[in-house]
Protein backbone atom coordinates (compact mmCIF):
# COMPACT_ATOMS: atom_id res chain seq x y z
CA UNK A 1 0.00 0.00 0.00
CA UNK A 2 1.25 3.25 -0.76
CA UNK A 3 1.68 5.87 1.60
CA UNK A 4 0.18 9.25 1.86
CA UNK A 5 3.41 11.35 1.74
CA UNK A 6 4.26 8.73 -1.51
CA UNK A 7 1.28 10.26 -3.03
CA UNK A 8 1.75 14.30 -2.15
CA UNK A 9 5.75 13.55 -3.32
CA UNK A 10 4.24 12.10 -6.98
CA UNK A 11 1.57 15.14 -7.09
CA UNK A 12 4.85 17.75 -6.09
CA UNK A 13 6.91 15.29 -8.60
CA UNK A 14 3.85 16.54 -11.45
CA UNK A 15 3.54 20.53 -10.39
CA UNK A 16 7.67 20.38 -10.86
CA UNK A 17 7.25 19.08 -14.20
CA UNK A 18 4.20 21.57 -14.95
CA UNK A 19 5.90 24.55 -13.58
CA UNK A 20 9.02 23.76 -15.70
CA UNK A 21 7.56 23.29 -18.71
CA UNK A 22 5.67 26.50 -18.05
CA UNK A 23 8.98 27.90 -16.86
CA UNK A 24 10.48 26.54 -20.62
CA UNK A 25 7.65 28.05 -22.25
CA UNK A 26 8.22 31.02 -20.59
CA UNK A 27 12.56 31.48 -21.44
CA UNK A 28 11.12 30.17 -25.23
CA UNK A 29 9.09 33.40 -25.29
CA UNK A 30 11.58 35.95 -24.09
CA UNK A 31 13.94 34.65 -26.37
CA UNK A 32 12.06 35.47 -29.24
CA UNK A 33 11.41 38.35 -27.81
CA UNK A 34 14.40 39.20 -27.40
CA UNK A 35 15.19 38.19 -31.25
CA UNK A 36 12.56 39.78 -32.57
CA UNK A 37 12.99 43.32 -30.50
CA UNK A 38 17.29 43.44 -31.51
CA UNK A 39 16.41 41.96 -35.41
CA UNK A 40 14.34 45.18 -35.31
CA UNK A 41 16.60 47.57 -34.15
CA UNK A 42 19.49 46.16 -36.96
CA UNK A 43 16.41 45.88 -39.58
CA UNK A 44 14.17 48.43 -39.92
CA UNK A 45 12.41 46.66 -42.39
CA UNK A 46 12.03 43.59 -40.36
CA UNK A 47 8.40 42.21 -40.06
CA UNK A 48 7.82 39.38 -37.35
CA UNK A 49 5.91 36.07 -37.23
CA UNK A 50 4.03 38.18 -34.83
CA UNK A 51 3.27 41.00 -36.78
CA UNK A 52 -0.07 40.10 -37.77
CA UNK A 53 -1.95 43.54 -38.24
CA UNK A 54 -1.01 47.11 -37.79
CA UNK A 55 -3.16 46.89 -34.12
CA UNK A 56 -1.75 43.06 -33.33
CA UNK A 57 2.37 43.96 -33.82
CA UNK A 58 5.00 42.89 -31.00
CA UNK A 59 7.50 44.93 -32.90
CA UNK A 60 5.48 47.86 -32.00
CA UNK A 61 5.38 47.14 -28.61
CA UNK A 62 8.91 46.00 -28.63
CA UNK A 63 10.34 48.99 -29.93
CA UNK A 64 8.09 51.69 -27.71
CA UNK A 65 9.72 53.15 -24.63
CA UNK A 66 7.83 50.53 -22.43
CA UNK A 67 10.06 47.48 -24.34
CA UNK A 68 12.87 48.43 -22.01
CA UNK A 69 13.21 49.01 -18.30
CA UNK A 70 9.27 48.20 -18.39
CA UNK A 71 9.27 51.85 -19.25
CA UNK A 72 9.94 52.88 -15.59
CA UNK A 73 13.63 52.72 -14.96
CA UNK A 74 14.65 55.33 -17.34
CA UNK A 75 13.02 57.64 -14.74
CA UNK A 76 15.18 56.28 -12.02
CA UNK A 77 18.48 55.36 -13.67
CA UNK A 78 20.82 56.83 -16.24
CA UNK A 79 19.86 56.50 -19.83
CA UNK A 80 22.72 54.82 -20.61
CA UNK A 81 22.37 52.43 -17.40
CA UNK A 82 23.33 48.60 -17.88
CA UNK A 83 20.22 48.07 -15.32
CA UNK A 84 17.89 49.35 -18.37
CA UNK A 85 17.61 46.43 -20.61
CA UNK A 86 14.70 44.83 -22.86
CA UNK A 87 11.89 43.44 -21.06
CA UNK A 88 12.19 39.77 -22.32
CA UNK A 89 15.96 39.75 -21.01
CA UNK A 90 14.18 39.96 -16.55
CA UNK A 91 11.70 37.79 -18.11
CA UNK A 92 14.41 35.26 -19.24
CA UNK A 93 16.13 35.67 -15.78
CA UNK A 94 12.79 35.48 -13.95
CA UNK A 95 11.83 32.09 -15.86
CA UNK A 96 15.22 30.82 -14.87
CA UNK A 97 15.25 32.04 -11.17
CA UNK A 98 11.90 30.37 -10.46
CA UNK A 99 12.60 27.48 -12.38
CA UNK A 100 15.58 26.92 -9.95
CA UNK A 101 13.45 27.86 -6.82
CA UNK A 102 11.52 25.12 -7.77
CA UNK A 103 14.00 22.11 -7.87
CA UNK A 104 13.64 21.20 -4.20
CA UNK A 105 11.02 20.04 -2.06
CA UNK A 106 11.77 23.07 0.21
CA UNK A 107 8.63 25.19 2.14
CA UNK A 108 10.64 28.10 1.88
CA UNK A 109 12.01 28.00 -1.54
CA UNK A 110 8.60 27.76 -2.37
CA UNK A 111 7.45 30.87 -0.64
CA UNK A 112 10.17 32.56 -2.59
CA UNK A 113 9.03 31.64 -5.65
CA UNK A 114 5.16 32.99 -5.04
CA UNK A 115 6.34 36.24 -3.59
CA UNK A 116 8.12 36.45 -7.36
CA UNK A 117 5.77 34.75 -9.18
CA UNK A 118 3.00 37.75 -7.64
CA UNK A 119 5.44 40.19 -8.45
CA UNK A 120 5.71 38.63 -12.17
CA UNK A 121 1.51 39.23 -11.90
CA UNK A 122 1.56 42.49 -11.16
CA UNK A 123 3.87 43.33 -13.54
CA UNK A 124 1.54 41.21 -16.21
CA UNK A 125 -1.03 43.61 -15.10
CA UNK A 126 0.72 46.94 -15.19
CA UNK A 127 2.37 45.87 -19.42
CA UNK A 128 -1.16 44.59 -20.24
CA UNK A 129 -2.57 47.97 -19.13
CA UNK A 130 0.23 49.67 -20.68
CA UNK A 131 -0.04 46.99 -23.79
CA UNK A 132 -4.21 47.99 -24.44
CA UNK A 133 -4.77 51.18 -23.31
CA UNK A 134 -2.16 53.25 -23.76
CA UNK A 135 -0.06 51.85 -27.01
CA UNK A 136 -3.46 50.37 -27.96
CA UNK A 137 -1.95 47.14 -29.78
CA UNK A 138 -2.53 43.57 -29.26
CA UNK A 139 0.68 41.43 -28.58
CA UNK A 140 0.58 37.62 -29.39
CA UNK A 141 3.84 37.00 -27.41
CA UNK A 142 2.87 39.31 -24.12
CA UNK A 143 -0.40 37.98 -23.83
CA UNK A 144 1.57 34.47 -23.65
CA UNK A 145 3.80 35.44 -20.88
CA UNK A 146 0.99 36.96 -19.24
CA UNK A 147 -0.72 33.30 -19.38
CA UNK A 148 2.95 31.48 -18.40
CA UNK A 149 2.61 33.50 -15.76
CA UNK A 150 -0.58 33.60 -14.53
CA UNK A 151 -0.12 29.32 -14.56
CA UNK A 152 3.43 29.45 -12.95
CA UNK A 153 1.28 31.12 -9.83
CA UNK A 154 -1.67 29.02 -9.50
CA UNK A 155 1.15 25.80 -10.07
CA UNK A 156 3.23 27.41 -7.27
CA UNK A 157 0.25 27.88 -4.89
CA UNK A 158 -0.69 24.45 -5.48
CA UNK A 159 3.03 23.61 -4.64
CA UNK A 160 3.25 25.83 -1.30
CA UNK A 161 -0.10 23.55 -0.14
CA UNK A 162 0.95 20.14 -1.45
CA UNK A 163 4.50 20.87 0.50
CA UNK A 164 2.47 22.36 3.38
CA UNK A 165 0.28 18.80 3.25
CA UNK A 166 3.34 16.92 2.82
CA UNK A 167 4.85 18.39 6.33
CA UNK A 168 2.21 17.64 8.57
CA UNK A 169 1.95 13.57 6.79
CA UNK A 170 5.75 13.78 7.64
CA UNK A 171 5.76 15.43 11.12
CA UNK A 172 8.41 17.81 9.52
CA UNK A 173 9.66 18.80 6.58
CA UNK A 174 11.62 16.26 3.98
CA UNK A 175 14.34 15.76 1.50
CA UNK A 176 13.70 13.70 -1.41
CA UNK A 177 16.84 11.82 -2.06
CA UNK A 178 15.53 9.53 -4.52
CA UNK A 179 12.33 6.82 -5.16
CA UNK A 180 9.75 6.81 -2.47
CA UNK A 181 11.62 4.19 -0.23
CA UNK A 182 14.54 6.88 0.04
CA UNK A 183 12.87 9.91 1.72
CA UNK A 184 14.33 11.14 4.92
CA UNK A 185 13.41 13.31 7.65
CA UNK A 186 15.34 16.95 7.09
CA UNK A 187 17.10 18.61 10.14
Do not use: W
Amino acid sequence: MVSAAALILNKLRRLRSCFAFFCFVGIALSSYAFYVETKKEHDDSYVAMCDISESMSCTKVFSSKYGKGFGLLQYVLDENSPLIQPNPVYGAIFYGLVLLLGLGNYLFLARVQMLLCIMANVGSVYLGYILYFVLEDICVVCISTYFVNFVLLIVTFLRISKLKQLSLETGGPILQTGGFNKTKKRV
